[in-house]
């Protein structure tokens, strides 16, 4: 990481146990916008695996007592925080632009996606609903309830900086955990934002902690022995290590991570619908959400139409600065990531795709400033192929031909990964063979691949998940754990399965 002397630049600080610290490595790492590299959004601690440690014993310390704080109070700050976040939310996109490059509509979407999931889990806080069921014995009273675990060490993305934080900080809280985050190296000040509406809303000291810095600071909040819950969302390389360094310790572990999603365009579809759902899908967040839309698979009898409207909407595509007039495509987040295109544009020419549109870094004028890529798709692409089976995450999409809905299902489920699928229809019957037949998280009718909502659960099958979900009363699961509790007011032993009458 590179460490700056700029003299103006705003030197952003950790938040350990209520307050803001230096990392004890005295380092600090720079954040500049993808689209313009003159930009610097600011420095940043470059966290060391102590500073981890001495923000998981801070929220351990104030899990002693958060835990005993009643749910519809412990709501009722992050419900302050939800009405923080929407007087910001302009502000808090703007930032979340220059640091990541979505184009503003999007950033204002994805800050939105804050304010729903805290104004959405605040509610929780009066439910969490548990089970009262009959006895089998006497004057015996049965329930389960939720119990918090404790300090959730919470791992983070970039491509959705202040969303991802919210759907896993606003459900630890309301079910009575204390949290660490670490947000990901290219979007840190989202997760400052974030955390500084979180203070101004009321949390106690040590509940919410933040830690940037890169994968070491993640490994130790992964294998610290007072770490109860792990919950990752990043690729699917980091969350199997994830996964291996919080075994151990036999620490819950919830991964949300890659994806290779599909768009399904049958003979009867509406073609056009069709294209604007695979452009938005494919080309939106340029390609890189992990619910983008990389594969279009068509059936053979509108396959050259399709292709013929889908290639000439991706050429009309406004590629440019995210907080610029226009725009509808913003730069890669880093260079890393424009090389990784780069670098699967060349795969695809040597496998034999026929590549229709796109192809290029732009770099001329304005854009020798960032990260730019014109969206870019390949035709005539084989199932089997490199960009048909590898997440890409860029704005690169693989169409291919198919001459049934089976085969369609086929193609769509041979990948590694299942996170999101969606299908182009007027038919009932296929629509409701499809929903039930590809195995994926989720699954759309007639709209593309992205578009999920807070109140319902999210993420992904096979190479994407471990079987948890996010979002909805699902992130429950993820973050409180069930007590089974009998109260026997008989006074008598009575013993199940045995004292029959
Ligand atoms: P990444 O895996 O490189 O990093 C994710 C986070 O893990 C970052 O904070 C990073 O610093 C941290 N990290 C890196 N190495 C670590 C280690 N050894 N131990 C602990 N933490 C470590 O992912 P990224 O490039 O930030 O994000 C892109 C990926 O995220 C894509 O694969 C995308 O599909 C995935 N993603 C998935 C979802 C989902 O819900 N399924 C949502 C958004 C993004």
């Given amino acids: 990481m590179t460490t700056t002397t700029a003299v103006d630049v705003r030197t952003f600080r950790n938040f350990i146990d209520g307050n803001w610290v230096p990392s ?187 830690v940037t810095g890169s994968a070491d600071v993640g490994m130790r909040m992964c294998t610290h022995e007072a770490v109860k819950v792990v919950s990752f969302t990043g690729s699917t390389a980091v969350g199997r290590l994830v996964n291996q360094n919080a075994a151990p310790s036999f620490k819950k572990v919830h991964l949300e991570m890659g994806g290779k999603n599909i768009v399904v365009v049958m003979e009867d579809a509406q073609i056009e619908l069709a294209v604007e759902g695979c452009l938005w899908g494919g080309f939106g967040t340029t390609g890189q959400r992990c619910t983008a839309a990389s594969r279009v698979v068509v059936h053979e009898k509108v396959y050259d139409a399709f292709l013929d409207a889908f290639t000439r909407g991706a050429k009309s595509l406004r590629v440019g600065n995210g907080l610029g007039d226009g725009a509808q495509v913003g730069p890669l987040v880093s260079e890393a990531q424009l090389e990784t295109v780069m670098k699967y544009v060349d795969i695809g020419v040597q496998e034999g795709a026929r590549l229709v549109t796109g192809g290029h870094r732009l770099d001329q004028g304005e854009f020798g400033r960032g990260w730019f890529h014109e969206p870019t798709i390949f035709a005539d692409a084989d199932p089997r192929m490199r960009i048909a089976q590898e997440e890409i995450f860029g704005p690169v999409v693989s169409v291919m031909r198919c001459r049934s809905l089976d085969e369609a299902i086929s193609i769509a489920n041979d990948v590694p990964y299942g996170l999101s699928a969606s299908i182009y229809t007027r038919d009932i019957n296929v629509a409701f063979r499809a929903m039930r037949d590809l195995y994926t998280g989720i699954f759309y009718v007639n709209a593309p691949t992205i578009g999920a909502e807070v109140h319902l659960p999210f993420g992904g099958t096979k190479a994407t998940g471990n079987g948890h979900r996010e979002a909805g009363t699902a992130a429950l699961d993820v973050f409180s754990e069930w007590k089974s509790i009998y109260v026997d007011f008989s006074g008598r032993l009575q013993r199940a399965q045995i004292d029959t009458e």
């Fill in 24 to 210: 004890r490595s005295g380092r600090t790492f720079e954040n500049r916008n993808p689209a313009d590299h003159d930009d610097v959004l600011g420095v940043f601690q470059d966290s060391t695996p102590d500073d981890a440690a001495d923000a998981i014993a801070a929220a351990a310390r104030a899990y002693e007592s958060w835990r005993l704080v009643p749910a519809p109070r412990r709501a009722e700050v992050v419900l302050s925080a939800a009405r923080l976040i929407a007087e910001r939310k302009e502000e808090f996109a703007r930032d979340m632009t220059r640091e990541m490059g979505k184009v503003l509509e999007e950033t204002r979407g994805d800050v939105q996606e804050a304010i729903d999931m805290t104004s959405f889990m605040a509610g929780e806080g009066r439910r969490q609903y548990g089970q009262t069921v009959p006895s089998e014995l006497r004057d015996k009273f049965a329930m389960s309830v939720r119990q918090p675990l404790g300090v959730c060490s919470l791992i983070t993305p970039w491509n959705f900086p202040m969303a991802i934080p919210s759907w896993k900080i606003a459900p630890a809280l309301v079910c009575g955990n204390t949290v660490v985050l670490k947000p990901a190296t290219l979007t840190p000040l989202s997760a400052v934002n974030f955390v500084r509406v979180l203070e101004e809303a009321g949390v106690p000291p040590g509940v919410v902690n933040l």
